[in-house]
């Protein structure tokens, strides 16, 4: 026979399993979700603004500057930059219903009338060091540090990287925090064999983040004389890992104060470094890697005054340099470059401050802009490089001379927020930008390859986002829109 006590002591049981189980997401104030993209969906986008995984696009609701930051920024506490999904139908989102009231005016709807959105980490992920990543179950994201020093001075200017599961089960887990300002901190990420590594230059400290197959987190700190490192990009879990990529390059001072500057490489899947080149008098800047070759500047000091050139090395063949510019990197030639996609390897794109210039090693220069398009890159990807030009975002084929840049890859009708590159964020035939409406900015999206419903013209442009009170246009104090606003940008 069971007694009244042994059912409350069964029930207090029960209890106690459910909140084990589901504690984490009880204190955040988020359940869990239950539809979800599989482990193994193909994610398209890391590294940006929005992050695709199966049919759900991870995105950063909209845009705050760091300084605006302050103290609040604690789980739970942000709306309006925080991580955000929304599931797509077709390749598109989906609109509700639009509800009215019984005057006929259309009610409030937060969601601007879209389908499956939901808050994902209820803290600040848009601002100007925005970087999301998804791998396996985990979505990794850059947020400002919200803790105060001895002196009560919030250290927003420092990152934290955390990861957080997208059914937003298990809670917020901290993986580093940044030594110096935002400014001086850079970071990538990509897997190898099944393990991911978040490589982090922090000012001058190189450390290498790895987490296994199990999710054992492991943190090596490198070197903290690092002066620049190869920071690899990946942005879909189908692309192909290059073998030079196995390693990290950088560059650290010489011993003993001398001139010049040592090149070494420190393999992930060993965790050992090794010195690439160590000669006396020469001086090498790491720019980074691209289609299995490592590109540097390289100074000399064979005569007094020399300049640096770019040379590129391909892996595994490190005595032939292959010099790729034809002027020195310094205000007379070279006066800003990047690199081009991976296809088009041991070549550069550089600006003498006048015009824009595509170079291939042992092949003339060849004149691909009358202007310096390279101030405010934002991508560069197969043929195309994509950049702010006139407060909005344009593309060009670099490999080509003498083109003019297309039309915006923005809609007229939207104004995007132009002032840095991290707040576009280039994926395929789509473009996220963030608009600005009453008091803040929220996310949109234009896709080329979509047609607008109303126009039946390209490209199809989106809000997508969760506003707040004080950004809804036109609202009567019954929280209704005296009047059909569709759009406030």
């Not at 999904?85 to 989102?93: A, E, L, P, S």
């Not at 510019?325 to 070549?347: C, F, H, M, W």
Request: aromatic content about 12%; some cysteine; proline content about 2%.
């Amino acid at each position: 026979m069971t007694t009244s006590k042994s059912i409350k002591t069964i029930a207090l049981c029960a209890l106690m399993l459910l909140v084990v189980m589901f504690g984490f997401a009880a204190c955040g104030g988020l359940s869990r979700l239950t539809d979800n993209p599989d482990t193994n969906d193909v994610v398209t986008g890391n590294g940006g603004i929005a992050v695709q995984k199966g049919d759900y696009l991870y995105f950063t609701n909209g845009y705050i500057n760091t300084a605006d930051v302050g103290d609040t920024n604690e789980y739970g506490n942000i709306d309006v930059s925080a991580i955000y999904r929304v599931k797509f139908t077709d390749g598109r989102v989906v609109e509700k219903n639009v509800e009215y009231n019984d005057e006929g005016v259309k009610k409030v709807d937060k969601t601007q009338a879209l389908n499956d959105i939901e808050i994902i980490v209820p803290k600040v992920a848009g601002f100007e060091y925005s970087d999301l990543y998804i791998f396996g179950d985990y979505i990794y994201y850059t947020t400002p540090n919200h803790l105060k020093d001895r002196e009560q001075t919030v250290l927003s200017n420092q990152l934290n990287f955390y990861r957080t599961r997208l059914d937003r089960s298990g809670g917020n887990e901290l993986l580093y925090t940044s030594l110096a300002d935002n400014t001086s901190v850079s970071m990538t990420m990509y897997a190898i064999d099944g393990v991911v590594y978040q490589v982090i230059l922090d000012d001058q400290t190189l450390t290498i983040i790895s987490i296994d197959e199990n999710n054992r987190v492991t943190k090596t700190e490198v070197s903290d004389t690092v002066n620049d490192a190869s920071m690899p990009k990946y942005a879909n879990s189908t692309d192909t890992i290059n073998a030079i990529d196995y390693k990290i390059y950088y560059t650290e001072p010489m011993e003993n104060d001398g001139v010049g500057s040592v090149l070494k490489a420190f393999d992930l899947t060993t965790g050992e470094s090794t010195t690439i080149y160590n000669n006396y008098g020469e001086t090498y800047v790491v720019i980074g890697t691209r289609g299995n070759y490592l590109y540097f500047t390289l100074a000399t000091q064979d005569n007094p005054g020399s300049s640096a050139y770019i040379w590129a090395v391909e892996n595994g063949n490190f005595n032939n340099k292959v010099q790729i510019s034809d002027r020195p990197v310094s205000d007379s030639g070279i006066t800003a470059y990047t690199l081009p996609s991976q296809e088009n390897k041991l070549s550069i794109l550089y600006t003498d401050g006048t015009n824009t210039y595509y170079k291939r090693a042992g092949a003339d220069a060849i004149v691909v802009a009358n202007s310096d398009i390279l101030t405010n890159v934002v991508a560069v990807q197969g043929d195309t490089i994509y950049y702010i030009a006139n407060s909005t975002l344009n593309s060009l084929v670099y490999t080509s001379a003498g083109n003019t840049a297309k039309s915006s890859l923005i809609p007229t009708s939207d104004t995007p927020k132009s002032d840095i590159a991290k707040n576009f964020d280039v994926d395929g035939s789509r473009v996220f930008y963030f608009v600005q409406y009453t008091e803040n900015y929220y996310m949109h999206y234009a896709d080329s390859k979509v047609t607008d419903l109303d126009t039946n013209e390209a490209p199809y442009s989106h809000f997508i986002g969760s506003l707040i009170e004080a950004d809804y246009l036109n609202v009567d104090e019954d929280g209704n829109l005296v009047e059909d606003t569709e759009s406030t940008s």
